[in-house]
């Protein structure tokens, strides 16, 4: 049994899951196995897994059925202790397992861990920002406090023991957008995370965008599910009501006035700063233009508050 199962839903990436692999195989920590879920790719994606002959990748194959089927069966198919995860674009410095595992064993009283990662943009690569983070290297902290201007989690640096599945459960598969920020929650009010205060892992950020599909509300994550556990800490609350708004906002801009009105009906307004709550009067077009703007910030690792 491997102390890391590596999880790694694939879809369509040949042009990363080789960069991603690399990184992977070239930890400085070697006691893993590699779980990766081929969730029906159309390009080479496959074609370049099973150019690897390392007998620590074990590689599966679905009917495309999302990001978190694929994590979920990963998971069902992994033997080890811990779960790692990865996705298919992003990158593993050489240390990153080991330092995991100096976290695990600094904490071993608790099952949810982390480091921090650093964002790759197409003008540079910038340190992801917290709340309330000290200086020690090796810290207890909780989700809700740190997540305040960015998630203390994220997917590629996050790694959990196995039986924390049997307390969360696994990925929500009805949800493809914000499926992360839907387990991250529901592991925070569950567990605090040992985390190595140090970046050991890449993502790599993909602007936004605006299309023209048919908006799906039911496709993202329903934080009503948290309505009655959020009102015994105030810290979750604020949390869950940003992301509220972010939803919010995305309904208005694609004129789903019902499912506007009700997540701003679930805000507390005193969560929000006066730039986002007069964000949630303006209307859609103007909405847009902002959304574009931002976007094109967020390239420069400008992030604007009020989103």
């Known amino acids: 049994m491997a102390f890391f199962s590596v999880i790694i839903p694939l879809y369509n990436k040949e042009a990363h899951i080789q960069s991603t692999l690399n990184s992977i195989l070239n930890q400085t920590f070697t006691d893993f196995e590699v779980v990766i879920i081929n969730d029906g790719s159309t390009d080479r994606s ?25 994590r979920n069966l990963a998971m069902q198919k992994a033997s080890g202790s811990y779960f790692a995860f990865i996705d298919a674009d992003d ?9 995991l595992y100096d976290t695990i064993i600094a904490f071993d009283h608790l099952s949810v861990f982390s480091t921090l990662q650093e964002i790759e943009t197409p003008n540079g ?17 909780d989700l809700f406090e740190t997540s305040l201007t960015r998630s203390i989690l994220a997917i590629s640096s996050l790694a ?28 925070g009010f ?19 965008s605006l299309s023209n599909r048919a908006f799906q509300r039911e496709r993202y994550c ?19 009501d940003l992301n509220r708004f972010s939803l919010a906002i995305k309904c ?48 420069k690792n400008i992030r604007l508050s009020a989103f």
């Open 222 to 240: 329903d934080f009503e599910q948290f309505a009655e556990i959020e009102k015994s800490n105030p810290t979750a609350k604020k949390v869950i």
């Open 125 to 141: 690569v910038f340190p992801a920002s917290h709340s309330n983070l000290t200086t020690d290297l090796l810290q207890e902290v």
């Open 160 to 187: 959990i023991h196995r039986n924390v599945t049997e307390t969360v459960g696994f990925f929500n598969e009805t949800i493809s957008n914000g499926e992360d920020t839907d387990y991250f929650i529901r592991i």
């Open 91 to 99: 990158f593993w410095y050489p240390q990153h397992l080991e330092k």
């Open 190 to 208: 569950r567990y605090k995370i040992g985390l190595y205060n140090g970046i050991t892992s890449r993502y790599a950020f993909v602007s936004g």
């Open 252 to 299: 208005k801009i694609y004129g789903d006035r019902t499912n506007y009105n009700q997540l701003v009906q679930s805000i507390d307004q005193s969560n929000l700063v006066f730039k986002q709550r007069l964000l949630l009067q303006l209307p859609a077009p103007t909405l847009i233009l902002l959304h574009r703007f931002k976007n094109y910030l967020e390239k």
């Open 46 to 70: 496959l074609e370049i897994v099973e150019s690897y002959t390392d007998k620590r990748i074990q590689l599966f194959t679905t009917e495309n059925r999302g990001v978190s089927a694929a």
